[in-house]
């Protein structure tokens, strides 16, 4: 039996009712751009992520964007960040001209290691820009000390929900940066994204700044963008934000099966499960460390077990860092994640039969 990795349509099957009523609504009222839907699904996110503001905007990409250019990021200032993530949380910094300083990863979490801020923050650094992980919050309490003054903006892309010292990803620093991309656990049917903060000015900034920096029309204090989410999205997100904790619940219950399992089949000797430290987390990904990766990716992708590689390659060696002159010795915990990661299908909809098979194929393959 082939298993997806994700599979949006099943997730979207029981309140397809709900849905489909509310983009015919937003389809009928004209009001595309702006209006209640988007105030609505910005008051939900707040209240959700417990910060008194949220704004939306495009994608996860221009909320990292537009906090960075909130804060006057350019050239000449450096941002301290991880070096093993998505591609956008260090395409922004350089985008503005600024210079990504990165730092390897925890090897427990794969994320950012606090000590390594620590050690990076220079004159320069004007932000420090941690990633919450496949779910599970940065060592926040330790990257707040450690940032002192200095701005710190979180990357909450995979982790809206995800809590740590009794708070939400997106709570911790001046501004919180999530995505809606279709894939996440809270996604939207195209790109999405929005920002959370406690600051009322820096709120107000970033509302200008989604709309070109305009207020009132055709007056403009400063440059900004086209960074504005669209009421369809937020239609739908709204609607798929009353269900998230339940599909949080399921993806947390299929994480524990699997540690379970893996174990009950001595599979933990050859792969290394995720660690989970206090806290929530809401399991974007299930990521673990395998050995022979590659030739494992090439078996289950033979037997039709979705699978990927969250990330292949660290940013320290990515060809348009090249002029950074990064050396990989600097980053071995990276280094070596990035040679041993494969994430499995941990969606909320995944049936007992689905895990199963991932598992068996597992099994099979290490027992080669
Ligand atoms: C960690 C991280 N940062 C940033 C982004 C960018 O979000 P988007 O694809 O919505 O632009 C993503 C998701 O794709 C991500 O996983």
């Known amino acids: 039996m082939a298993v997806q990795m994700l599979n949006i349509p099943r997730q979207h099957a029981a309140l397809a009712t709900a849905l489909e009523d509310e983009l015919l609504a937003v389809f009928r009222s004209g009001m595309y751009i702006g209006g209640d839907k988007i105030a609505a699904f910005e008051r939900n996110v707040a209240a959700y992520c417990g910060c008194r503001f949220a704004v939306g905007v495009s994608s996860g990409t221009d909320a990292l964007l537009a906090a960075l250019m909130a804060l006057d990021i350019g050239a000449g200032d450096e941002v301290i960040t991880t070096v093993y993530s998505f591609f956008a949380t260090a395409g922004v910094i350089a985008r503005l001209g600024a210079t990504p300083v990165f730092c390897d990863i925890d090897a427990d979490t794969f994320n950012i290691n606090p000590a390594e801020i620590a050690a990076k923050i220079t004159p320069k650094t004007r932000a420090i820009l941690p990633v919450h992980l496949y779910g599970q919050c940065a060592a926040m309490t330790e990257i707040m000390r450690v940032a002192g003054a200095i701005p710190v903006v979180e990357d909450c892309a995979q982790a809206i929900g995800a809590e740590v010292a009794g708070k939400r990803a997106g709570s911790f620093g001046v501004a919180g940066c999530f995505s809606f991309f279709p894939s996440k656990n809270l996604g939207g049917i195209g790109d999405g994204g929005m920002l959370t903060t406690n600051d009322e000015a820096l709120a107000h900034r ?3 700044l989604r709309n070109h920096g305009m207020e009132p029309k055709y007056h403009h204090h400063f440059v900004g963008g086209n960074f504005r989410l669209d009421a369809v999205q937020a239609a739908v997100l709204n609607i798929k934000l009353t269900a998230l904790d ?17 174990a009950r089949r001595g599979l933990d000797k050859f792969v290394k499960l995720p660690v989970a430290k206090a806290g929530r987390h809401i399991y974007n990904q299930f990521t673990l460390r395998c050995e022979r990766r590659d030739e494992l990716v090439q078996f289950l992708q033979g037997r039709g077990i979705g699978c990927d590689m969250y990330y292949p390659v660290p940013f320290s060696r990515q060809e348009c860092f090249r002029y950074l002159n990064c050396r990989a010795e600097d980053y071995p915990v990276a280094e070596a994640v990035s040679r041993e990661c494969v994430s499995i299908p941990i969606y909320d909809q995944l049936t007992a039969a689905e895990r199963g098979e991932v598992v068996a194929a597992f099994a099979e393959f290490y027992s080669n």
């Open 206 to 208: 970033l509302r200008l």
């Open 246 to 262: 339940q599909w949080t619940a399921a993806r947390q219950s299929n994480a524990a099966w699997y540690r379970a399992e893996f």
